[in-house]
């Protein structure tokens, strides 16, 4: 069944919600009827744009202001929507950010932090709701990865590295969970214009235009894949090129052209 139909009793979550991808999922996910819970760390924007979707549809939105690298957080989020008495029919676990340069250079912190948002985090709160999913017989978790989840990334290679993590784990789940009625859909764009790269420290001018895709563009096939509980999804035909060529190219040949891409 992947994600059901909306109801008074369900929620779905989208994770990274104050901008980008996070911010259109919870808009398209609405348009379709779904209440949302909104979860970022900057409530102001997140108070924004549940006060956009609540004018333009008839839903309700909750926003949960969390700093989801910690623990504590993460239990504080799930409890809250428990104790709403509602059941989470959809998670979109797509907070997450990226960092430039050469690892050993940067600061470990930050790197850290990645692996605590990009995989614990999303580790976490995927297993924490797929059970009772289960347990209904339907629902939809989509973890978004990226198109560098499909060969290392000199110049990213925290970065890369966690969201490998991301599509290896979400790509063996969606088989585990094959005649449950729950899916899990892996989402892997290209470059998008979105505050990321700014954060990251991406020079967006060294990727060609051509791979770009809007970040309404890829929350709308990541949705689509939710419904029809697709396993991956890469939007963009160059993207998807690219992502056949990172599997099998040889290492020593894309190597030296990615570090070249990134660090010189």
Same mark, same amino acid.
């Given at each position: 069944?992947?994600?059901?139909? +909306?109801? +008074? @009793?369900?929620?779905?979550?989208?994770?990274?919600?104050?901008?980008?991808?996070?911010?259109?999922?919870?808009?398209? /996910?609405?348009?379709?009827?779904?209440?949302?819970? /909104? =979860? &970022?760390?900057?409530?102001?924007?997140?108070? @924004?744009? &549940?006060?956009?979707?609540?004018?333009?549809?008839?839903? #309700?939105?909750?926003?949960?202001?969390?700093?989801?690298?910690?623990?504590?957080?993460?239990?504080?989020?799930?409890?809250?929507?428990?104790?709403?008495?509602?059941?989470?029919?959809? /998670?979109?676990?797509?907070?997450?950010?990226?960092?430039?340069?050469?690892?050993?250079?940067?600061?470990? @912190?930050?790197?850290?932090? #990645?692996?605590?948002?990009?995989? @614990? &985090?999303?580790?976490? !709160?995927? !297993?924490? *709701?797929?059970?009772?999913?289960?347990?209904?017989?339907?629902?939809?978790?989509?973890?978004?990865?990226?198109?560098?989840?499909? $060969?290392?990334?000199?110049?990213?290679?925290?970065?890369?590295?966690?969201?490998? %993590? =991301?599509?290896?784990?979400?790509?063996?789940?969606?088989?585990?969970?094959?005649?449950?009625?729950?899916?899990?859909?892996?989402?892997?764009?290209?470059?998008?214009?979105?505050? %990321?790269?700014?954060?990251?420290?991406?020079?967006?001018?060294?990727?060609?235009?051509?791979?770009?895709?809007?970040?309404?563009?890829?929350?709308?096939?990541?949705?689509?894949?939710?419904?029809?509980?697709?396993?991956? *999804?890469?939007?963009?035909?160059?993207?998807?090129?690219?992502?056949?060529?990172?599997?099998?190219?040889?290492?020593?040949?894309?190597?030296?052209? /990615?570090?070249? $891409?990134?660090?010189?």
């Amino acid at each position: 069944m992947s994600l059901p139909v +909306p109801s +008074p @009793e369900a929620v779905v979550v989208v994770t990274g919600a104050s901008s980008g991808i996070g911010a259109e999922l919870a808009r398209q /996910l609405a348009a379709l009827g779904h209440d949302v819970a /909104l =979860v &970022a760390r900057r409530e102001d924007r997140l108070q @924004e744009l &549940a006060e956009e979707i609540r004018a333009g549809h008839e839903v #309700q939105v909750t926003v949960h202001a969390s700093d989801l690298r910690e623990r504590a957080a993460r239990e504080a989020l799930l409890g809250a929507i428990a104790s709403s008495g509602r059941h989470v029919a959809g /998670l979109a676990n797509n907070a997450g950010y990226g960092s430039t340069g050469r690892a050993w250079e940067l600061d470990l @912190e930050v790197e850290e932090g #990645q692996i605590e948002l990009n995989i @614990e &985090a999303l580790h976490h !709160l995927t !297993l924490a *709701v797929v059970p009772e999913m289960v347990r209904r017989r339907a629902g939809a978790v989509l973890n978004v990865a990226s198109g560098a989840a499909f $060969q290392p990334m000199p110049g990213m290679a925290t970065y890369a590295a966690t969201k490998a %993590f =991301v599509q290896s784990f979400s790509e063996a789940l969606h088989a585990e969970l094959a005649g449950t009625g729950v899916s899990v859909t892996t989402l892997c764009p290209g470059p998008v214009d979105t505050e %990321f790269t700014e954060v990251a420290g991406i020079d967006e001018s060294r990727f060609p235009g051509l791979l770009k895709v809007s970040a309404e563009e890829v929350a709308e096939q990541g949705v689509r894949g939710m419904l029809t509980g697709k396993r991956s *999804v890469i939007p963009g035909t160059p993207n998807q090129a690219l992502a056949l060529a990172g599997r099998y190219t040889p290492r020593s040949v894309v190597l030296p052209v /990615l570090k070249r $891409q990134t660090l010189s």
